[in-house]
């Protein structure tokens, strides 16, 4: 894929974070990318109200999501688009299910998992090929995310390092 071809496919993966914060969620939102054309979409739930649920990420509903296509695709030649670095679970289930790259917007300082040394790691993960480009359309997806750490009625994160780190900036 082309530069041009990122910023594509993350503008949408920006609509979908400004779709989730438009509910009150964490503004994270993610594309999966086949061969040019956007298989499955996921944005962040479970950050608004008073319980939080820490199961459904952006990547993860996307990467369910991608199972139920009805159709064979190879899974190394897909790219996930994401708002923010993905975390360790949805990291480690990235690698998993075999997906070939992964573009972000902005660095997840407090809980992103992209940067985990993978060769220290158990053969399942070792062995894995993906591909990892950060920083795409950041100062977009900075934006999404200082308007939630400044919404008063936010509070997941409140507080925490990354939102620290986010309004700092």
């Known amino acids: 894929m082309t530069d041009l071809d990122d910023n594509f496919f993350m503008k949408k993966a920006l609509q979908l974070a400004k779709e989730a914060l438009s509910y009150g969620e964490f503004p994270v939102g993610a594309v999966m990318v086949y061969e040019n054309e956007i298989i499955a979409t996921g944005y962040r739930k479970g950050t608004s109200g008073g319980t939080t649920n820490e199961i459904d990420h952006a990547e993860m509903i996307c990467l369910r999501d991608s199972v139920d296509l009805g159709r064979s695709i190879d899974r190394l030649k897909t790219t996930l688009f ?88």
């Open 82 to 169: 994401c708002t923010l670095e993905p975390c360790l679970m949805c990291f480690g289930a990235i690698i998993l299910s075999r997906t070939g790259r992964i573009v972000y917007a902005y660095e997840d300082i407090m809980g992103g998992g992209a940067n985990c040394n993978l060769s220290k790691l158990r053969p399942l993960y070792k062995q894995s090929t993906i591909s990892i480009v950060p920083g795409i359309l950041r100062e977009e997806s900075l934006k999404l995310f200082k308007a939630f750490f400044s919404n008063p009625k936010n509070n997941y994160w409140k507080e925490s390092l990354l939102s620290k780190y986010t309004l700092q900036q």
